[in-house]
Structure formats: structure tokens, C-alpha cells
């Protein structure tokens, strides 16, 4: 990725350009120390006067009133917040007629920046104060004051927090006045521009230490650059919070969320005091010291997927190599391509006004749609749809280009959402809920509506990135999340009527990916690849995980690698100086998943004694557990040496009927009140009092016993036992006052158990006996 610049022979300015803004994808005004505001039309070239200013006014910011507010599209963004050196802002419309004039500061007003939805503007000044003020320039109150001017502020994603600069520190204010100040030093000179972005929550910081750097919303530092020439005075995000922009003295960078840099740019410009973006993230703009205006647009993006690597060449062009014969195609566009996702066999890309895709065995018919208003700014692809992301809300299309759904819920905003908080799977969407993070939505790719009894899924802290995986039946579909403290957990989206068991897999994971094709998940953690080959063992036999891992040392990776993607074997990770290091997993655990998926446990076993790998004998016998096919999971695991698990097994295998069979089965699980439950509704009351009695629960085997009127006598005749066996005394009030009333007679309870045992596999043998008969009628 790069940036192709474009600067006019002879500046249009005669003075420093101090501010410029987009008014939509073509248009931009700039504002001068001499005193003019400057049209420039990017599709004709052209550039005119707006106005000139009285000359008492040099202008020092400049920030468009918001153009869509909560996906509504709003009349009123012709007009823009104008500060300048009097102490004064000016509300301007878009001929360049200063609607108001508003005294706000002594000495310069250094920043003016309007909300997300425009229903406040913030304006911080050489005085030191912080001030925010009504749409129409009415003073609502002062936010802070300190002795050292402001040079920079920006509003928190969800406008409810400020931060500003103060000399060498950084300050986040929340507007509500009893909540935590977070304050930090940031440089080792002073701070002259900040940025945050609505989409990744992320801070960029720049200055006059010729550094910048990337923190996260508590202030902890993600990035450092190293030191520059000259000090960094301006900086910008990219609306997606993919990239972002730096400019300083004749240098322009670009650089990865991550903080690494893409390209490096060095034009005549002067010093570059302000940088903006257009809304499409296309195109980028910068103020230049000597009177310039500098144009960059973004090119050179590359997407792999499997053989084929795309690269966007120009504005509407793209190329297509397939690396296996060296096969080049170009696909042409009519307008500039905004998004583009490469994945499953197609290519989406969207324009400003068209999305078109591509099958990968033919690039030359692609299917072409219509896009509603809107920027797309997210494009998530799945194995039989694609999940498209504006302004106003969540579409899903087929890959035929017909519109299948979209999911709505209260209080949604589609211009923030992720990629690390949305996920989409063939049957299931799952988004995380932005007014609450602990919250996760989840709706039916196909209707759109929310799932199950329409709760979502609550989780204990706050959640930073979700992932559903990709294969297997839906009603087995599972979601991986990753909370603030980097734990990583696994749930079932689709429960019927259980209570949701929210499993932790590992802790320190920094990112992660399922695979596309099976049901294996790929994790960052500490330092090292994790590849959990089965995750849903957690849920047949948790002490079977640590044994399904694999995992791969980060001496092949360096500082903070991510996970781009995990396609068949192969992992691809960004390292932390933005190189790409691949990664290859065996082939064998997914093999054994479409084995698994198949029922063909013959060949499941065949390849595990094959490959003679303990991890894949341990997912064998979580798959067979969960199957319930219990020869299977014997011998898998007495090849991993779990005898007592060998030795259950066949304690499963001897029980007189079905039902006991799978109350036994919960029981290996964990589930012992489903197992419990089963029992009771089959009628076996003694089997369930004697899975109490195991498990030493003896006030609810009592219980039970009162309950239905049985087996009183076994219950106290086991306690007894195992008193005795402890030389203790008996201290249960309710035991003693039982014991009074019932005499224990070891013959009998066990000539009773006898009989219970022959008449359930009386019972069970009839059962079978009814069935065969009207099979064979």
C-alpha cells in the first residue's frame, strides 16, 4: 500500500495553508493566512474563491458540520466552524457567508471540532480553557482550564469523552462530571496534534519530540515511532481506523492501525499542519506551509487468498494474478473502489455506488448491484454470503446478489462497527452491542431476526473481538470471544432452553481466527501460535484440551504478530514490522473433522493410528464422546492411557438400559443435573439416588429417597458405610432423625438393588423387543 501525491506547479495560496475539509468525495476547501477559503473540484481540476476573509481573521482550524447523523442523512452539513486567531469561531456557511461570530477565547482558538452527531462543538485555546457549545454557538459550559494552551482536541467514539493535550501529557475528560480523569505523559516534548477514532477506539498522538504514537482508550501505548527529522504537526486517522496519515516537515506517512508504516512520502510541501480524509478513506488531503494543497490517494492494497493475489493498481483498476500459472487478469471499475474482501472463492468490491462480485474461476463476468446512500465501510464474507456494513446498517447478500436480510436493533450504530466486532458465519450473524460491551447480539443470517428467545449473550467483562466458526451443522455453531483481560472463551450460539456454558480455552490471547473449512481455532498467545484443534472438548471433557493443542514457538515470529487469516493449513500472520510470516498446521485434525462430521469412525481411527499423534488420539475421544459412540472413544482413550476415562467407558457400556447408558454419558460430560433429570423422567429412582451417593451428595440422595418413597434404607445404609470407614460420628439432624425410624439391613438393600437392577433390563429388553415388532409390521 501507497500513496500517490499530486501538488500543482505553483501554489494558489500566497500564505501558509492552515486547515483544510472535504465536503463530499470531490471537494475540498482549504483556508489560508491569506485570508482566502479556496473550492477545489478534484473531477474537474478546478479550483475557485469561496470568499476572502475580513483581514483581521487568520484562520487556524476548520471542521465540517457532520454530513450523516445515526445513519440519517442531515440537510444541514453546509455549514462549517471556522477558529481563528481573534479568540473568535464562525459558524460559515458553504458560500462563505459567516453566519456567527462567536467570542469564546482569550488569545487563539487553536481546535474546533464538532461531535459525531453534531449536537455539541468543543473549542480549546491558547488560554488554556476547554469549551463546549450548542449546535447555533451558544456557551454550555467551560470542561477544564489549565495554564499551558490546547493545541488539539478530539471527541471520544461515543462523543461522551475529551481528549486534549496539556504540554507533554494527555487528558481524557468524560463529560460526566463525577467520572475518572485518565492523564498520562505522552511525549517528551510538547503534544501539538491528537486524533481518535470512532471505529477502533484508538488514540494517535504526534509531537514536538518528532515522534507519534498509538495508544489505546486507557492510555497504554501500543506504538512508538522512532524519532523523525522535525517535529510530527499533524496527524490523522482514516475513517475505517485502518491506516492513518502523519505530516511533517516535506514528509508524509502512511501507516497501519498497528503503528507500522506502509509508505513514505517526501514532497516539497513545507510543513504539513493538517491533514484530513475523505469519507470514503479513499483520498487524503494536507495543509502545506507554503501555500500548497497536497492530494494523495491510496494504492498499491494487496488481498491474498489461496492462488490468487489482487493488487488495486489505480483509483478503478485492479489486477489479478494467479500464482500457480502466472495468469494475469485487470478488472476495471466505473467508479473508485471505497472496500474490497477476498475470501471463499469470491472477490467483493465496492465502490462509491456499485458492489461487484467476482467468482475466482471466472474474473470476467462479475455479478454488479446497486449500493443504498452510503459509504461502505465493512465487508465480511462468509461460505454462501457476504455481510456488507454502511452508515445506516448491516445488509446480507448472497454471492447471486440478492439482498437476504438485515438484522436492526435498538440503539445501533453501523459507521463504528469492526471487523473484530462483527462476525458472520452461513447461518448466524453475531455483532457486539457498542452501548454495552459485555453484550453480544446474535441474529439469523437468513431472516435477520435475533435468535432463539431474542436475549442476547451476556458475558462477564467487557469483550474485544468475537469470531463464530464456519462449518458444522448449525445448531452446533459456536462463538469464540476474547474479554479485556485477553482471555479467550467458547460458547454455543444455539442452546434450547440450557442455561449458556461460557467455557474459558486460554488466557494472554492477543488474536485470533477459525479455520474455513473446519471447526479449528488458531490463537496469538503470550508469544506463541495456539491451535486449538478441537475447542468444543471443553464441553464433552475439559481436561482433554490441554492435550488437543498445538502449539508453535514465537522464535519464527516477532514482537505482536496477528492473525490475518487461517485458510486449509496455512496461517497468515502480520508481524509487528508489517512483514507476512506463514504458518502451516497439519492436515490431519481437519481431516479427522470431516470424519467425525461423516460418522466414519473406521477411518477416523485408521488415521489416527497413522499419524501417531497423541493431540489427535485426544480430539478422537472428545469426538466420540460427543458423537456418544463409545467404542470409539475407548480406544482413542486408552491409546492417550486415561484408564479411569477406559474404565467409565465400560462401566457406560454394562448398564441395563438406554437411559441409564446416557445419564452415565452427561455424567463423563460434567452435566450432573441433566444426568439427574434423565433418570427421574425415565423413572429409574434408584439409579438417580445412586448417582447422588457416588458423587457423595447424600443430603440430595435423601432427598430424593423421601421424596419418592424408596430406597430410604440404601441411603442410610451407604452413609453408615461411610462413617464408618472415616471413623466418624453421625452430625446430620436429618440423617439422625431418619436413621430413628428406618433399620438397615444390608441383605435387603441389596437383594432391593437386584431387583431394581433386573427389572430396568426387564424393562429395557421390552422396550426393544416392542420396537423390532413394529419395525418388522
Known amino acids: 500500500m501507497r500513496l500517490k501525491t499530486s501538488l500543482l506547479q505553483e501554489p494558489k495560496h500566497k500564505e501558509l495553508v492552515s486547515c483544510v475539509g472535504w465536503t463530499s468525495a470531490d471537494e475540498l476547501y482549504s483556508c489560508s493566512e491569506d485570508h482566502q477559503i479556496l473550492k477545489w473540484n478534484l473531477l474537474t481540476s478546478e479550483t475557485n474563491l469561496v470568499v476572502k476573509l475580513p483581514d483581521d481573521i487568520y484562520p487556524i482550524d476548520l471542521h465540517w458540520f457532520p454530513k450523516t447523523v445515526g445513519g440519517k442523512k442531515q440537510n444541514q452539513s453546509e455549514i462549517f466552524v471556522l477558529t481563528s486567531t481573534d479568540g473568535k469561531f464562525h459558524l460559515t456557511s458553504k458560500i462563505g457567508r459567516v453566519e456567527k461570530s462567536v467570542e469564546a477565547h482569550k488569545g487563539a482558538v487553536l481546535a474546533g471540532r464538532w461531535n459525531y452527531d453534531g449536537t455539541a462543538l468543543i473549542t480549546a485555546g491558547e488560554d488554556g480553557q476547554i469549551k463546549i457549545w450548542s449546535k447555533s454557538g451558544m456557551l454550555r459550559s467551560t470542561l477544564a482550564s489549565q495554564g499551558s494552551p490546547v493545541y488539539s482536541v478530539a471527541w471520544g467514539p461515543d462523543s461522551d469523552r475529551i481528549l486534549y493535550t496539556s504540554g507533554r501529557q494527555l487528558v481524557i475528560k468524560p463529560l460526566q462530571p463525577s467520572a475518572k480523569v485518565i492523564q498520562w505523559k505522552a511525549h517528551d516534548g510538547v503534544v501539538l496534534k491528537v486524533d481518535w477514532n470512532s471505529v477502533n477506539d484508538l488514540i494517535l498522538s504526534g509531537g514536538e519530540d518528532c515522534k507519534y504514537k498509538v495508544w489505546d482508550s486507557f492510555g497504554r501505548v501500543l506504538y512508538s515511532s522512532s524519532s523523525h527529522d522535525y517535529p510530527v504537526t499533524s496527524l490523522s486517522w482514516a475513517p475505517d481506523g485502518e491506516v492513518f496519515a502523519v505530516g511533517s516537515f516535506n514528509t508524509l506517512r502512511l501507516c497501519d492501525k498497528t503503528g507500522w508504516s506502509y509508505a513514505l512520502e517526501k514532497p516539497n510541501t513545507g510543513s504539513v499542519f493538517s491533514l484530513a480524509w475523505s469519507a470514503d478513506g479513499t483520498q487524503l488531503a494536507g495543509a502545506c506551509g507554503n501555500g500548497h494543497v497536497i492530494f494523495a490517494h491510496v494504492v498499491q492494497q494487496h488481498w491474498e487468498w489461496k492462488n490468487f493475489v489482487i493488487t488495486l493498481t489505480k483509483r478503478r483498476t485492479m489486477q489479478v494474478r494467479n500464482v500457480m500459472n502466472d495468469a494475469v ?43 443504498k446512500e452510503g459509504t461502505v465501510s465493512l465487508i465480511l464474507q462468509a461460505e454462501k454470503h457476504l455481510l456488507l456494513v454502511d452508515g445506516a446498517g448491516l445488509y446480507v447478500f448472497s454471492y447471486e446478489g ?117 471447526n479449528i481455532l488458531c490463537g496469538i498467545q503470550d508469544n506463541q501460535l495456539t491451535v486449538w484443534y478441537y475447542p468444543s472438548v471443553v464441553f464433552t471433557d475439559k481436561e482433554l484440551l490441554p492435550k488437543t493443542l498445538l502449539i508453535k514457538d514465537g522464535s519464527e515470529f516477532s514482537r505482536a504478530p496477528h492473525i490475518l487469516s487461517y485458510v486449509g493449513t496455512k496461517v497468515t500472520l502480520r508481524q509487528g514490522d508489517g512483514s507476512l510470516v506463514y504458518s502451516n498446521i497439519p492436515p490431519y485434525p481437519a481431516l479427522l473433522h470431516e470424519y467425525s462430521a461423516s460418522a466414519r469412525w473406521e477411518d477416523a481411527l485408521r488415521l489416527c493410528r497413522f499419524a501417531k499423534d497423541q493431540s489427535l488420539w485426544a480430539c478422537l475421544a472428545g469426538m466420540a464422546m460427543a458423537h456418544r459412540e463409545l467404542t470409539t472413544a475407548e480406544m482413542a482413550y486408552a491409546a492417550i492411557g486415561e484408564l479411569p476415562r477406559v474404565q467409565y467407558i465400560n462401566f457406560i457400556k454394562e448398564q441395563p438400559s438406554k437411559e441409564s447408558s446416557l445419564a452415565h454419558m452427561l455424567m463423563f460430560s460434567g452435566q450432573v443435573q441433566e444426568a439427574e433429570a434423565t433418570l427421574l423422567q425415565a423413572g429409574l429412582i434408584y439409579q438417580a439416588i445412586r448417582v447422588n451417593i457416588d458423587l457423595f451428595n447424600w443430603e440430595r440422595a435423601l432427598e430424593l429417597a423421601v421424596k419418592h418413597k424408596t430406597h430410604v434404607d440404601t441411603v442410610l445404609a451407604y452413609r453408615g458405610k461411610f462413617l464408618q470407614k472415616f471413623g466418624r460420628k453421625e452430625t446430620n439432624k436429618r440423617f439422625l432423625q431418619y436413621s430413628e425410624g428406618v433399620e438397615v439391613d444390608w441383605e435387603k438393600v441389596q437383594a432391593k438393588i437386584e431387583m431394581e437392577l433386573s427389572n430396568e433390563r426387564e424393562k429395557a429388553a421390552n422396550t426393544s423387543v416392542r420396537s423390532s415388532v413394529a419395525s418388522r409390521r
Request: charge should be positive.
Open 402 to 518: 440478492r439482498l437476504i436480510s438485515s438484522p436492526k436493533f435498538p440503539g445501533m450504530r453501523a459507521d463504528i462497527l469492526n471487523a473484530q466486532g462483527v462476525s458472520l458465519s452461513y447461518d448466524t450473524i453475531g455483532i457486539r452491542d457498542k452501548s454495552d460491551e459485555k453484550v453480544i447480539l446474535l441474529f439469523d443470517a437468513l431472516s435477520g431476526k435475533a435468535l432463539g428467545d431474542g436475549k442476547p449473550l451476556t458475558h462477564k467483562l467487557e469483550v474485544v473481538e468475537i469470531a463464530l466458526d464456519q462449518s458444522g451443522p448449525s445448531n452446533e455453531r459456536k462463538i469464540a470471544l476474547i474479554d479485556k483481560n485477553r482471555d479467550l472463551y467458547v460458547t454455543s450460539v444455539r442452546h434450547l432452553g440450557r442455561e449458556t456454558k461460557i467455557c474459558k480455552l486460554g488466557s494472554m490471547v492477543h488474536s485470533m481466527a477459525w479455520n474455513d473449512a473446519a
Open 329 to 371: 487478469d485487470v478488472l476495471e471499475f466505473r467508479d473508485r473502489v471505497i472496500k474490497t474482501s477476498l475470501a471463499y472463492g469470491h472477490l467483493v468490491v465496492a465502490t462509491s455506488l456499485q458492489c461487484y462480485v467476482y467468482n475466482s474461476r471466472n474474473w470476467n463476468t462479475p455479478l454488479i448491484f446497486d449500493l
